[in-house]
């Protein structure tokens, strides 16, 4: 597995790469008990859109939209921002 993270400053795209060639499953309820499952629910609810492409080295990319926030930063007294 493979993460990129792409950013405007506005907007970050996700985008996660795996070997397995299959598109990634419709997002579902797994059920309370469910060890796994719960990936793609977390996609939609934490994106703007999603989508997945295959890979032309093999394997598939999912990727996904997000809204940047703004981060309001003060300065510590010596004014070094880590």
Known sequence: MRVWLV???????VFVWDANPQPPAQAA????????????????ALSQRWGHFS??????V????LEAAPV???APANGFIP
């Not at 950013?7 to 795209?13: E, K």
């Not at 999912?62 to 939209?65: F, P, T």
């Open 7 to 13: 950013s405007d400053l506005g907007q970050v795209v």
């Open 62 to 65: 999912v990727w996904a939209l």
């Open 72 to 74: 309001a930063h003060s």
């Open 55 to 60: 890979y032309d080295g093999g394997g598939k």
């Open 29 to 44: 309820d797994p059920g309370a008990d469910a060890e796994n499952g719960r990936g793609l629910l977390l996609v939609e």
